[in-house]
Nanobody
């Protein structure tokens, strides 16, 4: 499966942004999708994940209550709605697919990666 992330940009603290991850090439609903982020000088970290059916989700503690992951398999797209953004949310955000359809946090489990989209939170 090929993935393409989009929707990044510049937003003020407290603002909102929605990222999209569009998939192609395989049956999209067979894959769990995870969002990860990497800030300058830091390791890539887990943000959120969703099962192929959309029933199961998981969030990092740092974004729980502020970010919402969802998917529309008819459009082969996963979304990450981000609200109450903070300067520390600034990072390049990546989406990735797990062909075991397992909602997991470990980067090593994800087989397919999209290119990143940059989110900048600044006044």
């Amino acid at each position: 499966v090929q993935l393409q992330a989009s929707g990044g940009g510049l937003v003020q603290p407290g603002g909102s942004l929605r990222l999209s991850c569009a998939g192609s090439g395989r049956t999209f609903s067979n894959y769990a999708i995870g969002w990860f982020r990497q800030a300058p000088g830091k390791e890539r970290e887990f943000v959120a994940a969703i099962s192929g059916s959309g029933v199961t989700t998981d969030y990092a503690e740092s974004v729980k209550g502020r970010f919402t992951i969802s998917r529309d398999n008819r459009k082969s797209t996963v979304y990450l709605q981000m609200t109450s953004l903070r300067p520390e949310d600034r990072a390049v955000y990546y989406c990735a697919a797990d062909d075991r359809d397992a909602v997991v946090r470990g980067i090593q489990w994800y087989d397919y990666w999209g290119q990143g989209t940059l989110v900048t939170v600044s006044s």
